[in-house]
């Protein structure tokens, strides 16, 4: 079984609501602080502390429980390194259908890739992977809100697996925290627990995709050999200056969450009048259940400049499509070519 990364063919141009990417892209400011990068600056080795400090204090972690990451996924092929490069034989969990980067950086760092379908109503599979846990696992990738499903992880069962699993980290990929409001990262008891790392990202609701920013969060002991793996200077200086503008913009922020918030309205009420079933998202997206179709509704919208997420092959979501919901007015096209295909 091959788990290689499968680039999305990316569209020159149209509306891209198949990468979950912001929609209005990055905050003016973040624009404004490239701009104002001097030679000086480009010539050095960055220094992270404006970063570090900006997003400690933002996520209210201290700064010594903060790793910084080229984009989540190299955070993603840190921790699957630090877990699974032993030489017995190390299992990862992974929780289909979900992220492609698990597989492909569990089999990169020379684990096993254990998958564990949700349960058919897309729920968790508390019990499932329960069962899945071996001695040899080292590592288990949650994602909350998932993706593709939208749904969130009940926090219960995000502690009971970490429980567990006492010889394997527990990756809690938060991605789209943002847009569902809640965090673990607000856990007192989650954030005890020493085998669970939280992942964050700063592509998705701060649209900075394009720049690679994201980040760990785990005790400053769990975090130390991950760190190791890490190259020093693995953010170059237009993320950090980026990372700190985009956090201070906090109207341009909370701005997109509004119009996130408005655009999955505006979808659930165009699938409800044709009667496609959909999951109730808590995140920038929403999975929808296309069936047969799926794949010429595809092909229909991307006649009509509007790409989405062909998930249907996928035997974990037979039949459905992941459609980001940025930018009300994109949404609005999307609905429109929709009801025209439709
Ligand atoms: C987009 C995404 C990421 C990747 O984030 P980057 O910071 O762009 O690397 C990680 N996890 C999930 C679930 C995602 O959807």
Redesign the pocket.
Known sequence: MSYEYERIATPKAGLRLHL?ENTAGCSPKVIAALQGLTRRQAAEYPDYDDAVSATSQRLRVSPDELLLTN???EG?LAISIVTLRSNSSPEAIVVVPA?D?YAACADAAGGHVVEVPLNTDFSFPLAAVQRAITPDTRLIFL?SPN?PTGLCIPRDDVLEVARAAPNALVLV?E??ADFAGESLLDDPVARGISNLVI?R????AYGL?GL???ALIGSPATLAPIRRVVPPYSLNICATVALVAGLEDLDYYNWYLDEVRASKAVLYDALDRRRIQYWPSAANFVLARFGDRASEVVEALKARDVFVRDKSRDPACPGCLRITTGVVEHTRTLVDALEEIL
Do not use: E, I, P
């Not at 990202?201 to 998705?204: C, G, I, P, Q």
């Open positions: 979950n984009g989540l996924d993603l992220f980067m994602t993706n990929d991605a789209y992942g990202t700063f592509a998705k995709a690679r920013a994201g």
